[in-house]
């Protein structure tokens, strides 16, 4: 009987502690900054901007100017105040079930009454929204100093953090690592529905490259300069020895020839040997070692380089801001009298407002690639990081100015706008291909038509690998599918009705023969596409007492009128 009043007061202190934490970081976060952004419509930007009789004083009038300078900037400045509320509301929260029941490695029983699980599930559930609020948001780096911040990780200088799933407590890293789209940094399993919860830290060293859909189990330990290849898991308390390359499931350790197969890099390129003294069983022996320098080893990290030029966002703010500022203004001017009318329409004017600011955004970052262009024109080829300073510096740049968009266009109402936007930017793509929930690099991709690419999968144009910068045009060529969570390198091409299965991933310069089903890591072929039959322009008919077999051609039925 006190067993079942115990987990009632569990049960209940659990609903109350997770409605006040969410109310904390969720409603107090917009309060201040919802208040200074009306402040500033009402009393600086409706009467100096909005109510201004002349056009022209917009630009002389001093008042006037200033407001029309600041106003993206208000709207920057608030929406970072807003995360960084939620950060400290959820450090003071989070300092507070610490206190209760501190964390710590060690495996936690799934029984009831159980105060450690009881503050496991708490502190679980209080990351889930500024998880999503930073990873999410147009400046996703800020991720890595939320969690070194609020004390549940300890991440290093120069450390990448993209879009994964947990992540978000006991993990340590050394400096310079990354961690790719769709990588899993489970601390926490739970061993079946009912079972224990294993609660251990991953410990990764320096340099470290953990790619798109890699997965680290709790307790595992990663040394320094270790890159691991697209879909490797490491199992529980698995260590990985520094300076090496791992890939597979379970993950293991590879040598030169299969990072030469999968990355089409010579060996002097993927590894520079030098020779170094080193003390073995008591005897001075002249030992080689690999050298590796490691930034990224995918195509939608974004590179530490190009964060010096986040500058290039303030004019692409500034401008799409502005005009977007403007008419939300004069609606609330006009309607904010007519009480009905203004709550009916303001839903529409929203909606509309989004789709404003993102056609703008775009506008305004085409016309910002057309002049880095002509300044440097983009480039195929494998670059030396160093040597070729020049080609990575603007690849920098394209991807950082492209990615604000992108980002932008599928966070909206209608993500699978994203489309226009690919096209905008340089990639050719059709409105008959499917992409959505998959990540496409920004340049240097063809796809023919009704090109379908599954749910999470990876497509990479342009890779780092240690000191070099690969960038290759990848093509899709008509009805062509990549299945779900698959790598598409860079150099790739896919013919006609061809399948590449789920979770596989293709090499460097790879191509996937016309009506085959590929699979693998790397992809090898698997079987013909029976389903591809039905795409062709022949029937192949048997004789089944003769055995025979004849091939006769046939004319697909069109409609005519609708290709005119």
């Known amino acids: 009987m006190a067993s079942e009043t115990n987990k009632k007061k569990i049960k209940n202190h659990n609903i109350l502690l997770y409605l006040i934490s969410y109310l904390l970081i969720y409603f107090v976060s917009f309060g201040i900054p919802g208040i200074l952004f009306i402040v500033f419509i009402n009393f600086f930007f409706i009467p100096h901007v909005l109510n201004v009789s002349n056009f022209l004083d917009l630009?002389?009038?001093?008042?006037?100017?200033?407001?029309?300078?600041?106003?993206?900037?208000?709207?920057?400045?608030?929406?970072?105040?807003?995360?960084?509320?939620?950060?400290?509301?959820?450090?003071?929260?989070?300092?507070?079930?610490?206190?209760?029941?501190?964390?710590?490695?060690?495996?936690?029983?799934?029984?009831?009454?159980?105060?450690?699980?009881?503050?496991?599930?708490?502190?679980?559930?209080?990351?889930?929204?500024?998880?999503?609020?930073?990873?999410?948001?147009?400046?996703?780096?800020?991720?890595?100093?939320?969690?070194?911040?609020?004390?549940?990780?300890?991440?290093?200088?120069?450390?990448?953090?993209?879009?994964?799933?947990?992540?978000?407590?006991?993990?340590?890293?050394?400096?310079?690592?990354?961690?790719?789209?769709?990588?899993?940094?489970?601390?926490?399993l739970v061993e079946g529905i009912y079972g224990n919860v294993n609660?251990?830290?991953?410990?990764?060293?320096?340099?470290?490259?953990?790619?798109?859909?890699?997965?680290?189990?709790?307790?595992?330990?990663?040394?320094?300069?270790?890159?691991?290849?697209?879909?490797?898991?490491?199992?529980?308390?698995?260590?990985l020895k520094g300076n090496n390359y791992y890939f597979g499931i379970p993950v293991r350790k590879i040598f030169t020839k299969k990072i030469k197969e999968c990355t089409g890099l010579t060996e002097n390129q993927i590894i520079k040997k030098k020779k170094k003294k080193k003390i073995c069983n008591d005897m001075n022996e002249s030992t080689e070692s690999m050298e590796l320098t490691i930034d990224v080893l995918t195509g939608s990290g974004m590179p530490k380089d190009a964060l010096k030029f986040l500058w290039l966002y303030i004019p692409i703010i500034w401008f799409a801001g502005t005009v977007t500022l403007f008419q939300f203004t004069s609606?609330?001017?006009?309607?904010?009298?007519?009480?009905?009318?203004?709550?009916?329409?303001?839903?529409?004017?929203?909606?509309?407002?989004?789709?404003?600011?993102?056609?703008?955004?775009?506008?305004?970052?085409?016309?910002?690639?057309?002049?880095?262009?002509?300044?440097?024109?983009?480039?195929?080829?494998?670059?030396?990081i160093r040597e070729d300073r020049r080609v990575y510096i603007f690849w920098c740049i394209r991807k950082l100015l492209k990615k604000f968009v992108i980002w932008f266009a599928r966070n909206t109402p209608l993500p699978y706008v994203d489309i226009i936007a690919f096209r905008c930017l340089g990639v050719k793509v059709n409105f008959s291909n499917s992409i959505l929930d998959s990540w496409l690099d920004l340049e240097f991709i063809e796809a023919g038509k009704k090109v379908f690419i599954g749910q999470g999968s990876t497509v990479c144009s342009g890779i780092v690998v240690g000191n070099y910068l690969i960038i290759k045009r990848i093509i899709f060529e008509d009805l062509a599918i990549v299945g779900g969570h698959s790598v598409v390198s860079p150099g790739t091409i896919i013919r006609k009705n061809?399948?590449?299965?789920?979770?596989?991933?293709?090499?460097?310069?790879?191509?996937?023969?016309?009506?085959?089903?590929?699979?693998?890591?790397?992809?090898?072929?698997?079987?013909?596409?029976?389903?591809?039959?039905?795409?062709?322009?022949?029937?192949?008919?048997?004789?089944?007492?003769?055995?025979?077999?004849?091939?006769?051609?046939?004319?697909k039925i069109e409609n005519k009128e609708g290709e005119k």
């Open 331 to 384: 609606f609330w001017k006009d309607y904010i009298n007519i009480p009905i009318l203004f709550y009916l329409l303001l839903p529409f004017v929203i909606f509309g407002d989004i789709y404003i600011f993102l056609g703008l955004s775009l506008f305004f970052t085409k016309l910002l690639l057309i002049f880095i262009n002509l300044i440097h024109k983009p480039k195929e080829g494998i670059f030396h």
């Open 199 to 239: 609660l251990f830290t991953i410990k990764v060293g320096n340099n470290v490259t953990f790619p798109a859909f890699g997965m680290a189990t709790p307790g595992t330990e990663i040394g320094d300069n270790v890159v691991l290849l697209p879909l490797s898991a490491a199992a529980k308390h698995n260590q």
């Open 59 to 188: 630009f002389t009038d001093q008042n006037s100017l200033i407001c029309l300078i600041l106003s993206p900037i208000i709207i920057i400045v608030c929406y970072l105040l807003h995360l960084l509320i939620i950060a400290i509301n959820l450090k003071l929260i989070y300092h507070y079930t610490e206190k209760k029941v501190p964390t710590k490695d060690g495996i936690i029983p799934r029984d009831f009454p159980n105060k450690e699980l009881q503050f496991y599930h708490v502190r679980s559930f209080i990351m889930k929204y500024p998880k999503w609020a930073f990873s999410k948001s147009p400046f996703p780096w800020l991720t890595v100093k939320l969690f070194n911040f609020i004390g549940t990780n300890q991440m290093g200088k120069g450390t990448t953090l993209e879009e994964q799933v947990v992540g978000e407590k006991l993990i340590k890293t050394g400096k310079n690592c990354y961690f790719g789209v769709n990588s899993v940094l489970a601390s926490h």
């Open 498 to 555: 061809t399948i590449l299965g789920a979770a596989s991933i293709t090499s460097f310069n790879q191509e996937l023969e016309k009506d085959w089903v590929y699979m693998g890591i790397p992809a090898r072929k698997l079987k013909l596409n029976k389903y591809a039959e039905s795409n062709r322009e022949i029937i192949i008919k048997k004789d089944v007492e003769l055995k025979e077999t004849s091939i006769v051609k046939y004319e």
